[in-house]
């Protein structure tokens, strides 16, 4: 009987192949981590620091000028319930009154038998939703002839009513039902498709294509022109924030389907008056789309540390880094025990001493505030950072970093330093590039249920809409009210009349 005996091989390596191996074991494992994390994690980078500081916090953050809050006794006492303060009806929405009153057979007085009379009333509101109705306009235009000129002359002289043009010709398409569907797939994120069953259920038979044939046509003929002067105004600015992210297009010239593109976002940053939204798509995430689309354009730009801003845009626009990015780094390479003896702390919390420092510039008297803030960040933002890289450079020397996730965030600060210094430059600049991220949010969660675009022209047509709506929001507007008044407006503009009349600050008072 044969035993078949397993011996376990051993191979020998050297010290430095040993140290190597063990580095690339640690490296994949925060790897593995940081997947996990992202995968699985909160979204949130909020701080929770313990009692103990690395630096003097009190210091940093104490105001010996602050008057002393006194103090008062607060007796118990039952609070009323009442309505939360998040839900409020608006007060000129229409009230329906519904009134019970017994009958009059029943208006006697059970004890006694003599009349009831009114002696008050008990009231209790509800909200009632109606679910969208639709309905057909039919235009009837009234055309007048002369009777004079019937029996006196050769012609008959013919005046038509005025009558307003349509949104699109040959179609039964109204400014109001291309604004909802807009509306619903680029704000709610409803795909076509869902409200073709919606508009089903509701006895309409309108198919996903017309629906998408109208946002195209609508884009390409009423919301381009007003596109293309908001990208002028843009760039007349002087500090704009810009991010980027794929979208998915099916059906590319001599592209895959499984292909990426991407959606640019321009935006303007606080210090204008008039917010300006505008996205951009193209096929890939060269730098040479921004050079372009920027191309009129002179002064700051925030973004995130892609190093095409760097190489690609021209010397009139100078890029300014962003401090979230770095301090998303160090809280990235966090251990998951003991933070508070890490380094990666240290790297993250002089990012927050930042952050505080601009939330105690936002307190500032408001007459000249962003010169106020140029020198408060001199004064106490600049030593900081000066700190900050003086640290991150002692640590790239003294442990020549290997690969993990603390010498990726030390290696990004230090090559970002030129770009994430620029904040201190004007006092209108960020410390962030959230702006822009922010703004390019609604466009991701849209994808997200809407998954691709079908064509390049639909891409287009969706990259205007997306800036019309998200420019409206930032404007105070009702994004439906805004494209109804749009697509009201657009068609029935004379020659001479000027785009400028459907700027949403411009038609804000009318909508």
């Known amino acids: 009987m044969k035993t078949n005996i397993k011996t376990e091989e051993t191979v020998t390596i050297s010290k430095a192949e040993y140290e190597t191996l063990k580095q690339q074991v640690a490296w ?138 349509p949104v699109i010709k040959g179609s039964f398409a109204t400014p109001e039902s291309v604004a909802h569907i807009m509306t619903q797939k680029f704000v709610m994120g409803v795909p076509l498709y869902r409200q073709e069953q919606e508009w089903e259920r509701s006895g309409v038979h309108l198919s996903r294509q017309t629906m998408s044939n109208w946002l195209i046509r609508c ?120 933070q508070t003896g890490s380094e990666a702390i240290r790297g993250k919390r002089f990012c927050d001493h930042l952050f505080a420092f601009e939330g105690a510039y936002a307190k500032l008297s408001p007459e000249d505030h962003f010169r106020a803030r140029h020198l408060a960040r001199m004064e106490r933002s600049k030593p900081e950072m000066d700190a900050f890289f003086a640290w991150a450079a002692e640590r790239a020397a003294k442990d020549a970093l290997p690969k993990t996730l603390l010498g990726e965030a030390v290696r990004y600060a230090l090559n970002q330093r030129p770009w994430l210094e620029r904040v201190l430059l004007d006092g209108r600049l960020e410390l962030s590039n959230n702006r822009a991220e922010r703004s390019i949010k609604p466009f991701v969660i849209g994808r997200k249920n809407w998954l691709f675009n079908n064509t390049p022209k639909g891409a287009d047509a969706s990259a205007m809409i997306y800036s019309i709506v998200e420019t409206a929001k930032e404007n105070g507007l009702n994004p439906f009210d805004y494209l109804a008044a749009v697509f009201r407006k657009s068609p029935n503009l004379h020659q001479g009349d000027s785009i400028d009349a459907l700027l949403p600050w411009n038609l804000c008072r009318q909508v």
């Open 219 to 338: 884009a390409e003929d009423w919301l381009k022109p007003l596109y293309d002067r908001l990208h002028q105004l843009l760039c007349a600015g002087e500090i704009l924030h810009a991010d980027e992210t794929t979208l998915q297009v099916l059906h590319e010239p001599g592209r895959s389907a499984q292909s990426k593109s991407t959606m640019w976002l321009y935006r303007t940053s606080g210090d204008t008056e008039h917010p300006i939204v505008l996205y951009d798509y193209q096929t890939s995430r060269s730098g040479k789309h921004p050079a372009e689309f920027l191309r009129d354009f002179k002064g700051y730009l925030h973004s995130d540390g892609w190093d095409e801003y760097h190489r690609r845009l021209p010397g009139e626009i100078q890029v300014v880094g962003c401090w979230a990015h770095c301090r998303r780094k160090f809280d990235e390479a966090l251990p998951k025990k003991n």
């Open 28 to 165: 994949l494992m925060e790897q593995l981590k940081l997947s996990k994390r992202r995968q699985y994690g909160v979204s949130s980078e909020k701080s929770e620091y313990d009692q103990v500081s690395l630096f003097n916090e009190v210091e940093a953050t104490a105001d010996p000028t602050a008057i002393e809050p006194d103090m008062e006794e607060v007796r118990s006492y039952r609070r009323k319930k009442s309505r939360s303060a998040a839900d409020r009806l608006p007060p000129d929405l229409p009230v329906e009154i519904v009134e019970y009153e017994l009958p009059e057979n029943e208006q006697l007085c059970p004890d006694c038998g003599s009349s009831l009379h009114v002696m008050g009333r008990e009231t209790r509101e509800e909200l009632k939703l109606i679910p969208a109705k639709a309905v057909i306009i039919r235009h009837v235009r009234h055309v007048y002839a002369c009777r004079g000129c019937e029996k006196n002359t050769v012609h008959a002289t013919i005046v038509k009513a005025t009558m307003p043009e």
